[in-house]
């Protein structure tokens, strides 16, 4: 089992910056793939950003691009994903995603509200 801690919401205004971090523990090993998708109210959860644990290739949201960035360490088991001129679209719950040996692991989710 993998599990996936995240941190780093909040409120912030139209085009301010966030950083948010997830930490996997326990089974980490032949972990493939991590990132993080969100889930806006009455929407449903959609991809944001993906990155490979071997390569770092990257797979971000067309409406990300840009703006997100993010970000590994694998010696921490942890991924950020830096969160640039953030618009209230971006206002959901982003959860923290892993793949490992074809199972997915989520974290809980942690809300980033953007309003003025």
């Known amino acids: 089992q993998v599990q996936l801690e995240e941190s780093g919401g909040g409120q912030v205004q139209p085009g301010g910056s966030l950083r948010l971090s997830c930490v996997a523990s326990?089974?980490?090993?032949?972990?493939?793939?991590m990132g993080w998708y969100r889930q806006a109210p009455g929407k449903q959860r959609e991809l944001v950003v993906i990155?490979?644990?071997?390569?770092?290739?990257?797979n971000y949201a067309d409406s990300v691009k840009g703006r997100f960035i993010i970000s590994r360490d694998n010696d921490k088991n942890t991924v950020y994903l830096q969160m640039n001129n953030l618009k209230p679209e971006d206002t959901a719950v982003y959860y923290c995603y892993a793949a490992r040996y074809g199972r997915d692991y989520w974290g809980k989710g942690t809300l980033v509200t953007v309003s003025s």
């Open positions: 326990g089974s980490i090993f032949g972990i493939a793939s």
């Open positions: 990155i490979t644990t071997i390569g770092g290739s990257t």
